[in-house]
């Protein structure tokens, strides 16, 4: 068991610094017993663990023989003075028979000087000598005498002032503190959880208890919640929550643990303010497995409350959720965790996992979402109508069982852009879905990028991607998405700098360097192009590319790419008309173009959204075929 020395632990209202054997709570300095304290720094060092009985006295006692009531009696203690329980807040949990297991949440922070949390040490008196001078007359004995008086109290002034200057600074520094806390906390970002269990691969239920924590949050409107993607990548990390505060520009964090054994699940919560990084509330919650979704709401309500939000009655309605069959919802969390991969095999076993939990129970509204979502991401890869029938099918079926579910109104807009071409129905379900949840970044990402942006209305596109921005800061293909509506704006510059600022986040992250490589293409900057094209190719798939551009340049490149894209299956996938159209449009074959335009309307591939915006087909817009694929899609017509 091993704590660095150099750092500070902070836990619920504690902060403990083993190297100068300090446990405080605010600023007040907690005395305990020198293997008392040792006891704890053992449980903090190895938090979320089970330490058995012997390891941890022959850790506290190590040279000595001691009897297992000792340890009763350090545990005891402890738990009175970390108030153990109170409101529900656990920090030591009793194994029977076997330990103990540190359960509250536990952060690494600089290390701080004891005295300082607690205020500063008292200032040492100063004091003043006056040193008697030799007398030679009366009058210089008085003018002496005279002097040291005026130095005496000069000394007592010095002394007041300095007194004075420090309650003063007390004061001031108190008052900064007060009104810090009365700033309202207006964004919060909910940190993983930590999972706690005996098992290692309940992973995937901590996880998918952060997820619903963010969902039930992000329901109320008068909250900025940050989306999953970007406080995942703090999950294993050491960070110092200013920073993250920075990184998320957040007011306060949610950080917690979930334990689960069987069907008895425990979550418990602390809010902390990032910028004075002080300790706002704790809380623990207890339930069956069935009761999980009423479980998490309360966690939620609590917090709402905690930070005075004035909940409407429809957004605490919806928090209230009903009981749920445990296995059903287990798989459902197993689907999500991975169709949050995002690769294809992630997708297909999501879809598992979703129609396993519809099996234990068909009116499982968020398992027919979850199957929409995955099937939606299938298809923006490899068009395929069937697929897309069946996202519709399954978005459908959750919004009968409950229609308040944006996730669902967020899918079933997508499937009347891609599969309907009904831009009207599409709106209205994702201003429903941004209605019931606010906070829900996809909705505003996908309803800048795949609607607005695709009708030319270029300044809501960028204001709604950037608002989803602001919810998932550390989103990459979200922030690359606001460089490609201001491509389609024309703004050139604004997006290549976009870009760039991807690219500053994650230089392997492939579709910035598609936006890239299509920004060059227009700019007419073949070389860098075609650099952006091999970032996007295997080894292999290089070296073909590279001997065809020494032949013929670009020209070869893009004759080829258009010939296999539309008649071969590349890379697993079906054949992409709509790249080998955007390829022949690039070398001026007009024919070949509207040709493989066509057969891309007939399998609705996605990327014919973008067609009376993008720069591409301006030299096209006046062919009566491409009309016609305009009007049958109910695209408003950019010609002129």
Known sequence: MDIRGESSYRFGAFCLNPSDRALLRGSERMDLPPRVFDTLVALVAERGNLVEKDRLMQTVWPDAVVEENNLSQAISLLRKVLRDGEDGFRYIETVPKRGYRFVAPVREVEVENPEDEAGGSPSKPVSATAQRAPSSSGGASAFAGRARRFRGMLAVFGVAVLV??????AIWRARLRNQAGLVAIRSIAVLPL????????QEYFADGMTDELITDLAQVHELRVVSRTSVMQYKGT???????????????VIEGSVVRSGNRVRITAQLIRTDSDSHLWAKSYEGDMKDILSLQASVAEAITNEVKLNLSSAERNRLQRPAVNPEAYEAYLRGRFFWNRRDDAGFKK??????????????FALAYAGLADCYILMVLDSPD???MAQAKAAALKALAIDDHLAEAHTSLAAVKIFLDWDWVGAESEFKRAIDLSPNYAPAHHWYGNILLGPLGRHEEAIAELKRAQSLDPLSLIISTDVGYASYLARRYDE??????????????FLPVHSDLAQYYLHAGREDQWFREVLVRSDPEFSRILRDLYTKGGFHKVTLEGAVT????HVAGMRPSFFAAAASYAHLGRRQEA????????QVHEPGLIYLNVDPLWDRFRTEAAFQSIEHRMGLPSAQG
Request: cysteine-free; glycine content about 6%; hydrophobic content about 45%.
């Open 594 to 601: 509207l040709g493989a335009l066509e057969k891309a309307y």
């Open 350 to 363: 999501a879809v598992e996992y979703f129609n396993q939990a519809i099996a234990k129970d068909p009116d």
């Open 495 to 508: 997006a290549f700098a976009q870009y760039q600022k991807v690219l500053a986040m994650d230089p392997s």
């Open 194 to 201: 930590q999972n706690f269990s005996a098992d290692a691969e």
């Open 565 to 568: 894209q539309g008649t071969y």
């Open 238 to 252: 050491h960070q110092l929550l200013p920073q993250i505060g920075r990184d998320l520009g957040v007011d306060a």
């Open 164 to 169: 004075l200057a420090g309650i003063w600074f």
């Open 385 to 387: 109508p069937e697929k």
